[in-house]
């Protein structure tokens, strides 16, 4: 049994005065290795590593050298594609397909764009007059912020955590890694990905373990630990604000959501299903920028269910590796146990069941996985709480709307606002409309397009700050300005 350990200081170590605990396959519950657990003195261990790495060579690195550096990683992820796509299906069960042409080429992306926005962004200057007529010159400089706490979730592992370690380590910093106890693989992989390119001790450190009371909850408390950048569900964001609050560490927040599709009736029918389709189902419903509420003008209503209803009802389920399957399970026994008891609630509050709402059969050997049926519902209200909570799961409730503020007021009567996708072949209603969706994120006739140059983050209860091309260096750096009398 494969037993997965802590990186600190640039060693793979076990833990002092814990028990591992299992890793289980989505597949089939089987356990697959066992996770060492970080104790309070090995989080210790690896914040005084990464503080120390800041004041030794990594501190005294060019921009250019920590760039140079930074491509050495994307290039040796790419090198080592085949290890991090097995390491990432172990872990999710997500498909082949899924982690080749996104989650892990994005993961090597996310060093070499940050490493290229460092090297190109200007710095700010002002000259000022002055009473004496000499004038003065204001110049900033950025440096970084220090140790950065990462605390990252478990639904597209990798590429959430290089999100954030990528311009963090660009900017400077050093880090350390709390990845989700479900998902622990890829980010100790990165660990030898770092060593073999020549990263300094201490620059980058992996614990593992659970929130409370453990490795995520020691992280957040730890008075090193200069910032923290987290990705998980809103009331986990409150807990680790708190957590900062002590010591007054700054905050980036990227967190749950309640996302709507807005599909018009002049949309380009067959793109509209396909792009919903995938922003409803793909990763089996657990993509934070998924859609959850579907609204659709009524001329195409009915069509449109019917549409989706076949689309989703044509998944095949199986391995990651079955190349005649094309959907996997959810994450974990309690997030199945979770999706299943809003499956039930939308029955119990009246919900017509357009196609789902339970479990799909499985062979012998897949039985015990934790597959869901995607699932579509009609005909709630929009108090139910299906329509109203995140579940994060493969299913959606679509509602008929009849005018544009109508399904405006609807799109925004949700306490997320993360992001949204809007169907129209009326231009000038596609920038009307995205202008007063309050989300983040707006997509119009796409989904999940991503340039990593552009803002990314929630607004409402979705996320604090912005991250993404410059935008990281506001959360990774801190800003110092200089002024220089003439
Ligand atoms: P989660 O909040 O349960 O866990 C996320 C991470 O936080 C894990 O590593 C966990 O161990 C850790 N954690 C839990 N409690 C903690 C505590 N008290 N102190 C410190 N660390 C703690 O989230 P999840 O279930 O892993 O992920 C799903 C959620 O993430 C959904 O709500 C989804 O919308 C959200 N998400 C948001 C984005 C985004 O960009 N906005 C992206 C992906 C996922």
Known sequence: MQLIRNFINGEFVEATGTTPFDKRSPLNNQVIAQVVEASRSDVDAAVQAAHAALKG?????????????LYGVA??????????????????????????????????????????VV????????????????????????????????ISPWNAPFMLMTWKVGPAL????????????????????????MN????????FNVIHGFGPNSAGEFLTQHPKVDAITFTGETRTGTAIMKAASEGMRD????LGGKNAAIVFADAEFDAAVDGI????????????????????????????????????EAVKFGRPDDHNANYGPLISAEHKQKVMSYYAKAKAEGATIVTGGGVPDMPADLQDGHWVQPTIWTGLPETASVVREEIFGPCCHISPFDSEDEVINKANDNEYGLSTTIWTTNLSRAHRVAARVEVGITWINSWFLRDLRTAFGGSKQSGIGREGGVHSLEFYTETRNICVKL
């Not at 190109?120 to 000022?128: H, I, L």
């Not at 905050?251 to 990227?254: D, H, K, L, P, Y």
Request: charge should be neutral; charged fraction near 25%.
């Open 57 to 69: 060579e990594w501190g005294g690195l060019s921009t250019d050298q920590r760039v140079d550096l």
């Open 75 to 116: 290039n040796e992820i790419t090198r080592r594609f085949d290890d991090f796509v097995a390491a990432e299906m172990a872990d999710t069960g997500q498909p082949h397909h899924v982690m080749t042409s996104a989650f892990i080429p994005r993961g090597a992306a996310n060093f070499k764009v940050f490493a290229d």
């Open 119 to 150: 090297k190109n962004v200007p710095s700010e200057s002002f000259r000022m007059a002055t009473p004496d007529g000499k004038g003065a010159l204001n110049y900033a400089i950025r440096l970084p912020k220090g140790v950065i706490g990462v």
């Open 170 to 193: 660009a900017c400077g910093n050093t880090v350390v890694v709390k990845p989700s106890e479900e998902t622990p693989l890829t980010t100790t992989l990165l660990g030898e990905v």
């Open 196 to 203: 073999s390119v020549g990263i300094p001790k201490g620059v």
């Open 251 to 254: 905050v980036s927040f990227e």
């Open 277 to 312: 389709f995938r922003s409803v189902f793909l990763n089996s419903g657990q993509v934070c920028l998924g859609t959850e509420r579907v609204y659709v003008e009524r001329p195409i209503f009915d069509k449109f269910v019917q549409a989706l209803k076949v689309k989703a």
